[in-house]
């Protein structure tokens, strides 16, 4: 079935430096690639998302890009922030339903 | 705020027990899903309803069941109970059935002692 990988499993930077997460998928039928930030005790926040038909997509310090052949999407943040300290996942479309990525702890030290 | 409400928030019973977890949809939403959220497994897909019928199906247990009524709330309903039933349970909705950006709630936490 649809396997989503994701990398690195914690992320460390310092306020102010790049961020990137990346992600794997397997089934070539997934159309659709959303990100997903989770602050302890809240539920997933829905970041930014990508749809197969484009290759990047930016909103402000936040920007994903999709590389459909090799099957590969990245999450990539600027401009780090102590507040974007939260675990990030990544999914993949299988069906209506979304494979989620194990998730990336990203700690933003100031 | 994400506009899902998902209550209780926390939930604590015994093995062999039956749960109900409700949800209610951010407004103008159609469809609804659950998801299970445990450290060992992630994030898995359970169940989607769009409109009152189940629409797609996930690694959702025998044990488990889910309705969505007339008001688009949602219910999940877990029997027979066991301690590997522990997790975080979410509920997302979106416009649609189609592929639309899901919004999750805050989830129930079950606890199974």
């Known amino acids: 079935g649809e396997n989503v990988e994701q990398h690195p499993s914690t992320l460390s930077v310092q306020e102010g430096d790049s961020a990137v997460i990346k992600c794997t998928y397997s089934?070539?039928?997934?159309?659709?690639f959303p990100w997903y930030k989770q602050e302890l005790g809240k539920g997933p926040q829905l970041i930014i998302d990508i749809r197969s038909n484009v290759g990047e997509k930016k909103d402000q310090r936040i920007a994903v890009t999709l590389n459909k052949t090799a099957k590969h999407f990245s999450l990539h943040i600027t401009e780090t922030q102590p507040e974007d300290s939260a675990v990030y996942f990544c999914a993949a479309s299988k069906g209506t339903a979304l494979i989620f990525g194990k998730g990336t702890t990203l700690s933003v030290s100031s | 705020d994400s506009g899902v409400t998902q209550t209780p928030k926390h939930l604590i019973t015994a093995t062999g027990q039956r749960v109900t977890l409700r949800c209610s949809p951010r407004?103008?939403?159609?469809?609804v899903y659950w998801y299970q959220q445990s450290l060992d497994q992630g994030l898995q897909f359970l169940i989607q309803y769009y409109n009152g019928e189940e629409r797609a199906k996930g690694n959702i247990l025998e044990r488990f069941s889910a309705q969505q009524f007339p008001d688009l709330h949602s219910e999940l309903n877990l029997s027979s109970l066991e301690l590997g039933d522990s997790a975080l349970y979410f509920c997302?909705?979106?416009?649609?059935?189609?592929?639309?950006?899901?919004?999750f709630g805050d989830g129930t936490r079950l606890s199974i002692l």
């Open positions: 089934d070539s039928a997934s159309n659709y």
């Open positions: 997302a909705s979106s416009e649609t059935g189609g592929n639309q950006p899901q919004h």
């Open positions: 407004s103008g939403d159609l469809s």
